[in-house]
């Protein structure tokens, strides 16, 4: 018998969560991440846990500062423009080098935007999104199976590394159903010496605090911080290649853009054109080794987004520009096609053999 159930993208994220030991949950009603919420007001009083809908998105995600602060494992969730209004306490939270995790189910803009799905936070997420040098960690799912393991996985990396998470979804896979497994999950527990949970006179006490009045204080704690980000780099980039090992175009997309780019290949190599695909998992840190690994035998790349074109520059950077580098997008809350893919990879294609 399968122990797989048919569920909402945005519904294995809530219940993921609970799976991973997360007992608090803060957030505000917005579409298209609301299931998140719906789910986790129905779950969290039977397992005794929290819920609590709050008043603002600025209130939910300095709630989930105060119980990470305590060590224990709390989220929010939200969509683009409510992460907009969440960025000042994601700052926060990484300034006191807090694990948390943030889910941006993201929709189309600037501004109030669209309710269809999109990828334009990129740079938001994967340059910190609020004021002052730092990074969060950001894991970008293409199925619902993956919207639960990513889940698990962003707490677990946010307590290794003490650096805030953001699974980086989308409406599309928040709303779709798939069957996913969650049988194989077990809850980790991290030492948290740091946390604020009242010293019973025996040790010293601990601070959470981001403010450093003296500014050589704070000039080393962000090179500290920065050492520990490198290090992240190194350990913990996660892609998936596909028909990469004699490809000569390289697609590259995330999450549901991922979907429709493989299906492009598939088709491309029917063909008789050698194309592959790398798709990052992780998009912070980006995934820098298998591009260096691909400019070998690969002759030019496509990437696939729904933006105007954000992670392409984080190609390009992983590249060193040494190939050239192309775009094939929808925006506004529009998912690309395969035939669109397609058509782009043997335009390419044929410019190659010239």
């Known amino acids: 018998m399968s122990d797989k159930k048919l569920m909402k993208g945005n519904e294995a994220i ?15 009603p917005i579409t298209p991440q609301t299931e998140v919420a719906a789910y986790m007001a129905k779950r969290m009083p039977k397992i005794g846990g929290v819920f609590l809908q709050a008043e603002s998105e600025l209130a939910a995600v300095n709630m989930v500062y105060g119980v990470a ?48 799905p999109s990828q334009s936070d990129y740079f938001q997420a994967t340059r910190g999104g609020g004021h002052g040098d730092y990074h969060i960690l950001v894991l ?6 993956e919207m639960a393991d990513f889940t698990v996985k962003a707490f677990d990396l946010a307590d290794k590394w003490r650096v805030p998470a953001m699974l980086l979804s989308d409406g599309t896979l928040g709303q779709m159903m798939e069957p996913v497994s969650m049988e194989h999950y077990e809850a980790k527990t991290f030492d948290k010496p740091w946390a604020v949970t009242g010293t019973g006179m025996a040790r010293e006490h601990n ?15 962000n090179f500290r911080r920065y050492e520990r980000y490198e290090r992240i780099k190194a350990e913990e980039a996660m892609w998936e290649e596909y028909l990469m090992d004699d490809a000569e175009i390289c697609v590259t997309a ?13 088709a491309a190599r029917a063909q008789g054109i050698k194309a592959g695909m790398i798709r990052p998992q992780t998009l912070w840190p980006f995934p820098v080794k298998p591009f ?20 392409i520059e984080d190609v390009r950077l992983a590249t060193r520009c040494a190939r050239p580098v192309c775009l ?21 294609a044929g410019g190659l053999d010239k």
């Not at 970008?140 to 199976?145: C, I, R």
């Not at 400019?295 to 105007?308: F, G, K, N, Q, T």
């Not at 094939?328 to 390419?348: D, F, H, Y």
């Open 14 to 28: 809530a219940e993921a969560a609970i799976e991973a030991g997360c007992r608090f949950y803060f957030g505000y």
């Open 69 to 116: 602060s305590a060590g224990k494992r709390a989220m929010t969730s939200s969509s683009s423009p409510g992460i907009s209004l969440k960025s000042e306490g994601i700052s926060y939270l990484a300034g006191c080098d807090l694990p948390a995790l943030i889910v941006n189910v993201q929709r189309g803009g600037p501004g109030l935007g669209g309710i269809q």
């Open 140 to 145: 970008a799912p293409a199925s619902v199976q």
């Open 207 to 221: 601070i959470i605090n981001s403010l450093y009045l003296d500014p050589q204080k704070l000039e080393i704690e």
């Open 254 to 266: 995330y999450g549901i853009s991922a979907r429709v780019a493989r299906s492009a290949v598939t």
């Open 292 to 311: 260096e690994d691909s400019l070998e035998h690969v002759r030019a790349y496509i990437d696939v987004e729904m933006s105007m074109g954000q992670m």
């Open 328 to 348: 094939s997008n929808r925006v506004g809350g529009m998912i690309p096609s395969t035939e669109q893919v397609l058509a782009k990879i043997k335009e390419i």
